[in-house]
């Protein structure tokens, strides 16, 4: 409904503004019209000029018939001085009126967000109001001829009504997508274009009829109806929209430019680097640079028909009011409909954007030329045929430059066009009406041949442009059959180690159009082994693989092989990807038709995926039904806790409405109230033999989408206190939190035991932030964040072993425990945080625990956990810890209490002795990019991304990228590294020799920091070439660690020794060594041998022929 209000709105004041726009333009008939009748005719003419009639054109024609038969100077000398004084008045009053136009409009176009997009509408209105104010007054009162300046100055501080064209078109650009906005703006034109013709017919017999006054009292009518729309009909969120909230985020090198500073200058000059240093592609600031410029020359080429309507009014035309309203509504007319049928017709035979401007610019010299040298009304109208196809460049430019600008810049760089429209028309209008002025006598066709000379430059930059496109589009849309000639992607890690076995690959999908963002990653040759179907295809199939057939293949990856999740690439901020997400929900989502259901079981099983607290209904729990059906009243079990929940309400959600329904079956969504303690990750059940593990087995075997009961949250990063400010809250604050937490499982809450405080564990800043702000928006509570800190984990470097005496005396009752453990680190080879289950008791002679019961050590692994939960360094949780008891000693009656104090004392006295260190948290980062991009890539942001990592691997393709580029980056590292100090666990960086760049690769080796790790990936034949004996001594091989050797063969002396020898001078220690052979050539133990021989140590050495293990 508010798209609908919005079309309307804006539809309405466009077609007032057309209509005032119609009647402005025949101002200059009226100037033209004052002055002709003006003209001092000499004494012996026939007619006395007596009074001055300001509102005929005819009336000169038919005075003295000497306009229509052309045969004395007299006329031609009044024409030629009427159209001379016209062009003069004009050219002065574009030249008053361009200053105040330009800075209006660059203020207007730039703060729309400042001043809100209503006022920026209205204001152009009441310019325009005051324009036809000040006609009205010069007509009446005769006022001088400065009048018509102060009109024009008055108009140009209203911004004039290319305001009004720019955020029409911000609103289309945002609501549009790429495919559709040429389209939509040459069918915006045409509607547009429609209208006038309509409005300048009628306009012209009204002249005819009624002279210029009441024109110009209609058009201050229709001035009065646009502003009273703007005010009291339109607002602002009918319009709202990404650009004019999101700031300007450009990077020139080093520096960043977030926002809008307060000096005017700077924000001009940052609007200016959105062409110009913004980080993308060459071939799209080339294709950016080249539609700019083409519209700067279109624009001005289209300024030489300022002085046209003097042409018109000139012998041998010497055209009347209605003369001039019938040819313009003509023109508008054919414009209108052969424009959406050229545009069409280009469109179904596949011509691109800069084709079609090509196109444009031809029709457009053509029209121009035939325009100069026509002597007849009828050459006049059958050169609109060839008129109305060369006015695509002013409709497609903003169409072509959203498409190779971020969604975030359009409104700057729309507002940079703009003003350079507004600048170019002008200063064309005024250079124009000035040549016009003085050419007119000796050759008025002067200014449409200069228009059809600069027309050229835009063809040949549109030629250009068609070019460079139709190479970015081969790129973007590479066969099938030369995908496997690229290069493989270079991956950054941040910890040196491949990828686990049990990850689930990614296949990226970019927010573009399925058809050709499916095709690369899907059909890669990497990829189709993953999928037998699409493998098939691509080596039997003689057709391209369609868009369908590559959905179908990620849905079985997806449904079948759950290893694989598509990733689409998208910002919701920006609007960017948002349609992509949409289809791939629609896509490759698995419906809830496809999974097996049995006839024999129609037992109610469901899973919560999401639960909200409504104030009203209180809590809500979305819900998917997998089988059976959910009713009012019923009473399921939660498979996690084994607990009994009842059902009060079931309702169908619609957007925010719920409708009240008494069933719903399955493959549906529901919403359910009336749970308890069932939160989002629970599975209900009506049967409650399903709570068994191995029914629950059993269940999901049937249903191999239904995950396991209870979501499994990451472990908390960031923690803080949360207090109220009134004790009286505290209560409320724990409803909440406790709301809150069954919402989002990710969300940890803890009373400090000692403090008595309640503690937030979140996973980042901003989700506390966001907890705050839940708090004060939906429960009206006012709380007090401590000091975020980051949830480090300590653990024990080395094992030790206390004994604790623990004296009790309560009513005279003496108690003593004794009780010894001891603390054990736990080395995780996979580096995961193990935190603290259960504690082990070492049995032996002297101590068998015969008489420890149950609840005993229930209560000793209580005082054990609450030990481990405040550490010694920071009171963060103690992990990768093993406690085992090895003696306890009773004496008297120990409650559990005991127990668990005791356990808690000797835990804490063995941290103190454990040397214990912090555990920062870490995050695993996988970076691919391709060539293109690694080369683009500025060093300072490798730096950026170097500085977060603990570790470094860096897989060069094997002679695919530039070794020179390698080199700069090394050097920057090493730069890097020795000012800040930083320190890697682990530096891989993967080289490979070329016997053509062997300069470059040892002076790469040097670059590389020797504490580090140099890995070398390189071809057999390359490195005896590039590393023979004389290049040892200046070569320094000792930070080479990790060798792979491709296209071994058998050699009858030592195959090592050619491959050793360059490390054996360095006493190097190889971490890995890796050999490739072709063929099954080698001795195994001559290998060995020659590695004893050489004394090269060798931690992991792999052997391989082709594609297989030895």
């Not at 100077?73 to 001379?84: F, G, I, L, R, Y």
């Not at 136009?101 to 703060?111: A, D, E, G, K, P």
């Not at 005769?142 to 009004?164: D, F, R, T």
């Not at 950026?944 to 920057?972: A, G, K, W």
Request: with cysteine.
């Amino acid at each position: 409904m508010a798209e609908d209000v919005r079309s309307y709105i804006i539809e309405t004041i466009l077609s007032f503004q057309t209509l005032c726009t119609c009647i402005t333009t025949t101002i200059g008939q009226y100037i033209y019209a004052y002055y002709l009748e003006t003209y001092p005719i000499p004494s012996n003419s026939t007619s006395n000029y007596t009074t001055i009639n300001y509102f005929s054109l005819t009336k000169f024609k038919d005075y003295n018939n000497k306009c229509i038969e052309g045969d004395t100077s007299s006329t031609k000398d009044a024409q030629a001085w009427a159209q001379e004084r016209s062009a003069d008045l004009f050219f002065w009053t574009n030249l008053y009126s361009s200053c105040p136009i330009i800075i209006m409009t660059y203020i207007l176009s730039l703060y729309i967000s400042t001043l809100g997009k209503r006022f920026v509408l209205i204001l152009p209105m009441i310019g325009g109001f005051a324009q036809f104010v000040i006609w009205l007054t010069i007509i009446y009162f005769h006022l001088p001829e400065y009048w018509w300046y102060i009109a024009a100055i008055i108009n140009g501080l209203s911004g004039s009504i290319s305001v009004l064209s720019f955020i029409l078109t911000l609103i289309i650009t945002d609501n549009t997508i790429d495919s559709d906005l040429s389209s939509r703006f040459v069918r915006l034109g045409a509607i547009q274009t429609g209208l006038s013709s309509i409005a300048t017919l009628a306009i012209g017999y009204y002249i005819e009829w009624r002279g210029f006054t009441d024109l110009y009292w209609m058009g201050l009518g229709f001035e009065l109806l646009s502003i009273f729309i703007g005010i009291f009909i339109f607002k602002s969120s009918n319009s709202t929209n990404i650009n004019e909230r999101t700031p300007l985020l450009t990077s020139i090198n080093e520096n960043e430019f977030n926002e809008f500073s307060s000096n005017s200058c700077s924000q001009f000059f940052q609007i200016c680097t959105v062409f110009r240093c913004n980080r993308r592609t060459q071939k799209k600031s080339t294709s950016l640079f080249l539609t700019l410029f083409s519209n700067i020359f279109y624009t001005l080429a289209s300024s030489t028909f300022a002085p046209f309507l003097w042409f018109l009014l000139n012998a041998p035309f010497c055209m009347t009011s209605r003369d001039i309203g019938n040819y313009s509504a003509l023109a508008a007319i054919s414009y209108a409909i052969l424009s959406l049928l050229g545009m069409q017709a280009l469109t179904n035979i596949g011509a691109s954007d800069a084709i079609i401007c090509l196109i444009s610019h031809i029709f457009f010299f053509g029209s121009t030329l035939w325009l100069a040298f026509a002597n007849y009304s009828w050459e006049l109208y059958a050169g609109l045929l060839l008129s109305a196809f060369s006015g695509y460049q002013g409709s497609l430019t903003l169409s072509m430059m959203s498409k190779w600008l971020e969604p975030h810049e359009r409104s700057h760089a729309f507002a940079f066009v703009t003003e350079i429209n507004t600048i170019i028309t002008l200063f064309g209008t005024a250079l124009f009406n000035y040549i016009y002025a003085r050419t007119v006598v000796n050759n008025r066709n002067l200014t449409l041949f200069i228009g059809a000379g600069l027309c050229i430059i835009p063809s040949i930059l549109n030629l250009w442009l068609f070019l460079v496109t139709r190479k970015m589009s081969e790129e973007d849309l590479r066969p099938l059959s030369e995908t496997e000639t690229e290069p493989a992607p270079i991956r950054l890690r941040n910890n040196g180690l491949p990828p686990h076995a049990g990850d689930a690959a990614c296949i990226i999908i970019p927010s573009r159009s399925l058809t050709t963002s499916l095709r690369t990653p899907v059909l890669n040759r990497s990829r189709t082994d993953i999928d037998d179907a699409i493998a098939e295809l691509l080596l039997f199939a003689d057709k391209p693989i369609s868009t369908n057939q590559l959905i179908q293949a990620i849905c079985r990856l997806m449904v079948n092989d759950q290893r694989y999740v598509p990733v689409l690439v998208g910002s919701s901020l920006k609007n960017i990807g948002v349609p992509t997400l949409l289809d791939a929900i629609v896509n490759y989502l698995p419906s809830a038709r496809i999974i097996p259901t049995s006839s024999s079981n129609t037992d109610t099983l469901m899973y919560i995926f999401k639960t909200i607290h409504d104030r009203q209904k209180q809590p809500l729990s979305f819900a998917r039904v997998y089988s059976g059906s959910v009713k009012k009243r019923m009473v399921l079990t939660n498979a996690r806790t084994n607990e009994r929940e009842q059902i009060n309400k079931v309702f169908l959600p619609f957007a925010d409405n719920m409708e009240d329904i008494d069933e719903i079956r399955a493959g549906s969504i529901a919403v359910l109230s009336g749970f308890k303690e069932a939160s989002s990750g629970d599975i209900l059940v009506s049967n409650r033999k399903s709570t068994i593990a191995t029914h629950l087995n059993d269940l999901k075997q049937q249903y191999p989408f239904l995950p396991d009961p209870g979501l499994e949250a990451p472990p908390p990063v960031f923690f803080c206190t949360i207090e109220t400010y009134s004790e009286s809250t505290q209560k409320q604050l724990d409803f909440a939190l406790k709301n809150i937490k069954r919402e989002d499982p990710s969300l940890r809450v803890r009373i400090d035991d000692q403090t008595g405080q309640t503690i937030l564990l979140g996973m980042g800043e901003l989700h506390i932030d966001i907890i705050r702000d839940r708090l004060k928006r939906e429960y009206d509570l006012e709380t007090y964040l401590g000091p975020l800190n980051v949830n480090y984990r300590e653990t024990p470097r080395k094992s030790t072993q206390q004994t604790i005496v623990w004296n009790s005396s309560i009513n005279e009752k003496h108690a003593t425990i004794s009780i010894t453990l001891s603390i054990e680190p736990i080395i995780s080879q996979d580096k995961k945080i193990i935190s603290f289950s259960q504690i082990q008791i070492v049995r032996s002679d002297e101590q068998n625990f015969e008489n420890l019961k149950k609840e005993h050590v229930e209560a000793i692994n209580h005082g054990i956990r609450l030990a481990l939960s405040t550490g010694l360094i920071k009171g963060t949780e103690v992990v990768n810890i093993h406690v085992k008891l090895h003696d306890l000693q009773l004496t008297g009656f120990i409650s559990p209490a005991l127990y668990s104090a005791a356990a808690s004392d000797c835990v804490r006295a063995c941290l103190r002795h454990a040397d214990c260190t912090l555990l920062q948290p870490m995050m695993r980062v996988d970076v691919t990019m391709s060539k293109s991009t690694l080369e683009s890539l500025p060093n300072e942001l490798w730096l950026i991304i170097f500085s977060y990592l603990s570790s470094f691997d860096l897989c060069q393709t094997f002679l695919y990228i530039n070794n020179t580029r390698i080199q700069s980056l090394l050097t920057s590292i090493h730069h890097y590294l020795n000012v800040n100090f930083i320190h890697y666990d682990q530096l891989h960086l993967w080289l490979n020799s070329d016997q053509n760049h062997r300069n470059r690769f040892t002076n790469m080796i040097d670059t590389v920091v020797l504490n580090y790790s140099c890995a070398c990936q390189t071809l057999l034949e390359y490195w005896e070439k590039t590393f023979n004996e004389t290049d040892q001594s200046n070569v320094l091989f000792a930070s080479i660690k990790r060798l792979v050797v491709l296209q071994a063969e058998y050699r009858p002396y030592s195959l090592i020794q050619p491959i050793l020898a360059p490390l054996v001078s360095t006493s190097n220690t190889l971490q890995y060594l890796h050999l490739i052979f072709t063929k099954r050539t080698y001795d195994y133990f001559k290998i060995l041998s020659d590695l004893i021989a050489y004394r090269v140590s060798v931690h992991t050495m792999i052997l391989e022929v082709e594609q297989g293990m030895i």
